[in-house]
């Protein structure tokens, strides 16, 4: 019997120099039976051109006008052949046991979802040398909504979990996808978030490999979408926020679900202030809806103390016109 398939889509937009190592960690994988596509999403460097290289009857090069990752990686699905599908952002690397090790552990389940540890690294720096570090997640998981009201909580209400799960450290069935349906048309910083949490709740549990690994590329500049704080990003955060409430309350009545997603408004409301004051302030009102009780404002210590004093929204001015951010 053949190896299933495992189609890896890459939306690609101005990562030239980082697309051909990207590429190259695919095609180096020990999993054989891959095909690769590549959806330009309106490249204004020669990033095209590097990925064009590549071009080949298991390398596939699509373009489309400047529209976001996730209408790129919906193009990649309905072009994708694979009965796996393994998303990759242009500017990461896979180990090249990353897909194999997933793909055994997954054992033929098209009702799991495989997932990895992901090392972060920044950009310039060996990421071979990077830490490898295995969080509360590395059991897996046999209960969808428990790991996922893990994942979204923080110390005040689960101690011991919340985090973030890179979008490249999951493999997915192709079927979770057709079901749950595919990537939100929006420009989000945590679209992942919002479009896993659908597959997540669509199987039936997550089965983890400790031998593959996501080697996800960290910037000190603030280039990237997640850590722009523009009008529609910020919207499109509260956005996924309530998507997420809503996915979550549609299979549990755990009070405790809306002490996690009350944290996640509190903050976006710190952090909308001031630039969005009427997002923050529908923000905190929902947090408060659900009764939030956790900290106003957590920075450093002075400014913690001036928030004591004073209240957040002046620590937060006083951080947001020194910082501009």
């Not at 990649?76 to 242009?90: H, N, S, V």
């Not at 090249?96 to 310039?124: P, W, Y």
């Not at 593959?212 to 603030?222: A, L, P, S």
């Amino acid at each position: 019997m053949p190896e299933p398939l495992v189609t890896v889509i890459i939306p690609l937009y101005n990562a030239s120099n980082y697309i051909a190592q990207c590429i190259d960690s695919v095609l180096a994988q020990t999993w054989s039976n891959i095909e690769v596509i590549v959806v330009d999403d309106g490249s204004t460097d020669n990033s095209l051109q590097i990925a064009g290289q590549y071009k080949s009857d298991k390398v596939f090069i699509v373009t489309q006008e400047n529209s976001g990752a996730s209408i790129a990686r919906n193009k990649g699905l309905k072009l994708a052949k694979g009965d796996y599908i393994q998303f990759l952002d242009a500017d990461d690397i896979l180990s090249e046991n990353k897909i194999a090790s997933q793909m055994n552990i997954l054992n033929n389940s098209r009702d799991h979802v495989g997932l990895c540890n992901t090392v972060h690294f920044k950009d310039g720096e060996d990421f071979h040398k990077a830490p490898i570090v295995n969080e509360w997640f590395a059991t897996g998981s046999d209960d969808p909504v428990d790991f996922l009201l893990k994942l979204y909580a923080g110390n005040e209400v689960m101690p011991g979990y919340g985090g973030m799960v890179q979008p490249n450290a999951w493999l997915t069935p192709k079927n979770l996808i057709d079901k749950a349906g595919p990537w939100k048309k929006y420009k989000c910083p945590d679209d992942d978030g919002e479009f896993f949490c659908r597959i997540i709740l669509e199987s039936k549990g997550i089965r983890f490999s400790r031998e593959g690994i996501n080697y996800y590329r960290k910037f000190d500049n603030n280039k990237s979408l997640s850590s722009q704080r523009t009008r529609e990003a910020t919207e499109n955060i509260y956005q996924t926020i309530d998507l997420k409430y809503k996915y979550l309350k549609e299979r549990t009545d755990s009070k405790i679900l809306d002490r996690i997603l009350a944290r996640h408004y509190w903050e976006l409301g710190v952090a909308a202030y001031p630039k969005h004051p009427d997002i923050s302030a529908k923000a905190i009102k929902k947090a408060k809806f659900l009764g939030y009780k956790g900290p106003k404002y957590l920075s450093g210590e002075i400014t913690n103390l001036i928030s004591d004093i004073l209240g957040w929204r002046i620590a937060r001015l006083i951080t947001y016109y020194r910082y501009k951010f």
